[in-house]
Structures are given as C-alpha cells and as structure tokens.
C-alpha cells in the first residue's frame, strides 16, 4: 500500500523558516516524481514544486521561486520542502503527492499545516 | 496563468447524474490530454479520480467518467450517491514554463 507522511509544519513568524518531510512507502520511491501541493484555509489547491526521480529536474511555481527548495533522499524514501523568508500568504496545508506523470497526483499524503503569522 | 474556471457549486438528487464543467483555454485544456479530476472530502486529502481526460485509476468507481471538448473538460458523476458529496478539483497540464494549474473548485452536493 503506498503511504505518503508529511511532518514538521507548524507555526513560524514572517520571514523565518521552516522544513517539511514526506516519507514515502509501499512503492519504489525513486522510479517516481514527486510533487508538493499546498491549500490555503478554505481556499483551492495550489501546486507549489515538482521533482523528478533522480534529482535532476526541478520546477517551482512563481509564488514561491527563490524561497522555497525541493529535495529528496531516496536512500531514506523521503521528500522534503525547505521554506524561507516565509509570508503570510504561504499558511497553507501542505501535501507531498506522488506524480504520475505531467502533474497528475495519483497518491497524496495527509497534509502538514504551515501557519505563518506574528 | 490564471486557474481553471469551475462552477463554484453542483447539486443532484441520489440515482441523478450531474456534470461539472472545467474551462481552461488552447493553452491548457484545449491542448493537453493531460487533464485530471480530483475529489476532496472536508479535512481530507485530495484522491484522484479521473486522469488523462477520461482513464479512471483502479478503485474508483464507473460511475465517475470524463471528457473534453475544445477548451473544457467535463467530469460527469453518474448515480448520484451520499459519499459522493464532496469538493471537485480539475487540473491540467500547461507546459514547460507554467507546469500544471488547477481549477478553483466545485462544491458537489447530493439533495
């Protein structure tokens, strides 16, 4: 069974830093593409950065280039998002999903809830 | 890139069918094949529930179907049961530059 879980959110000030994990199991986490989705409070769902299997290729959304970095350790079987100079803006849940292919999320995790205010 | 654009809301009774809507633009919808259909219960994660316009991942019931016309693609729930109430997210594919971008949103209810 694949299971994707996502740690580490929190609360953080404007302008700090936080870093989420996704451990992945249940499938070959390196044969795959992974990408991270976030859902501001009552609001639709935002895709936020993709990384392939190998590291390779890396893409992010314009809201958070340059902030925000994606990684993974496929010796660990895990993703992770290092977010900086964070916003208000950014309080969100934040999924790890697993990507199909062109962008189609075919397993998610269950969410970490980033809050970001003073 | 602008989200693509649902109705905000859809209702049926059980045993109806309903049909939500997803308009993008030749950009997105209308060139890709690479639309995808996501469902969302309150509190939960999104679950996939119809890629490449119109394939349905194992599980997921037939009552689920999709399609694509030009610029908008379709997700039609066929059946209409009480779990199916739920939020609906389209989303597409767009290319190198932007990646993918999603759709705002259709909250499905069953009367």
């Known amino acids: 069974e694949v299971q994707l879980v996502e740690s580490g959110g929190g609360l953080v000030q404007p302008g700090g830093s936080l870093r989420l994990s996704c451990t992945a199991s249940?499938?070959?986490?390196?044969?795959?593409?992974m990408d991270w989705v976030r859902q501001a409070p009552g609001k639709g769902l935002e895709w936020v950065s993709y990384?392939?299997?190998?590291?390779?290729?890396?893409y992010y959304s314009d809201s958070v280039k340059g902030r925000f970095t994606i990684s993974r350790d496929n010796a660990k079987n895990s993703l992770y998002l290092q977010m900086n100079s964070l916003r208000a803006e950014d309080t969100a849940v934040y999924y790890c999903?697993?990507?199909?292919?062109?962008?189609?999320?075919?397993?998610w995790g269950q969410g970490a809830l980033v809050t970001v205010s003073s | 890139q602008s989200a693509l654009t649902q109705p905000p809301s859809a209702s049926g009774s059980p045993g109806q069918s309903v049909t939500i809507s997803c308009t993008g633009t030749?950009?997105?919808?209308?060139?890709?094949?690479?639309v995808s259909w996501y469902q969302q219960h309150p509190g939960k994660a999104p679950k996939l529930m119809i890629y490449?316009?119109?394939k349905r991942p194992s599980g997921v019931p037939d009552r689920f179907s999709g399609s694509k016309s030009g610029n908008t693609a379709s997700l039609t729930v066929s059946g209409l049961q009480a779990e199916d109430e739920a939020d609906y997210y389209c989303?597409?594919?767009?290319?190198?530059?932007?990646?993918?971008?999603f759709g705002g949103g259709t909250k499905l209810t069953v009367l």
């Open positions: 030749s950009s997105d919808v209308g060139r890709y094949n690479y």
């Open positions: 989303s597409s594919y767009v290319g190198s530059n932007i990646h993918m971008v």
């Open positions: 490449e316009v119109s």
């Open positions: 999903a697993r990507d199909l292919h062109y962008h189609t999320f075919d397993h």
């Open positions: 249940g499938f070959t986490f390196s044969s795959y593409e």
């Open positions: 990384i392939s299997g190998s590291a390779g290729t890396i």
